[in-house]
């Protein structure tokens, strides 16, 4: 019961751009695939994360749920265990929230993904903010996480061109 009145109270805040104004890093890629395909990887490479030593869903309330990941050893932080909100617009968006975490003060971020006008490529858009709220430069985080953002856009890109089926 706690943790639905939990989600609940979060959901508003799941959604309001507050989190704009915030140091977000940001990259995207055109991929030669439907966004069907591209969504499936995206869910796929999430899943196969070397960085993620586990994610699960603890609750789910139509296209919202509340997950739970632990990172393995990333630099500087080491292992982290998160509880975030996600809210998914299927073939459209998948917007994240921290609600809690062990090490973050603050990780929020989308996956964006566009159709172009023939359906036959995608472009997909990840942006993420993260305050480990350790003394280490703002700079250094964020270029690790670009390096990590764009490793995964590439591994989704790998994955989606490897299925795709384009009429």
Request: proline share 5%; net charge neutral.
């Amino acid at each position: 019961m706690r943790k639905t009145l939990a989600l609940a109270a979060l959901a508003a805040l799941s959604l309001s751009p507050a989190w704009a104004q915030e140091n977000v890093v940001s990259s995207s890629i055109t991929i030669n695939a439907p966004a069907k395909a591209v969504w499936d990887a995206v869910h796929t490479e999430r899943q196969n994360d070397p960085d993620l030593e586990y994610s699960k869903v603890l609750e789910q309330h139509g296209n919202q749920a509340l997950i739970e990941q632990k990172f393995n050893s990333l630099p500087v932080i080491g292992a982290a265990v998160c509880q975030l909100i996600q809210r998914e617009v299927p073939l459209e968006r998948i917007d994240y929230k921290l609600v809690k975490s062990d090490k973050f003060k603050a990780l929020n971020g989308s996956w964006v993904l566009t159709p172009s006008p023939d359906g036959q490529s995608t472009t997909l858009a990840l942006s993420s903010h993260l305050d480990t709220g350790m003394a280490y430069s703002q700079g250094v985080i964020d270029l690790l996480t670009k390096k990590k953002i764009d490793k995964r856009l590439d591994n989704v890109k790998r994955a989606a061109e490897a299925v795709a089926v384009i009429p």
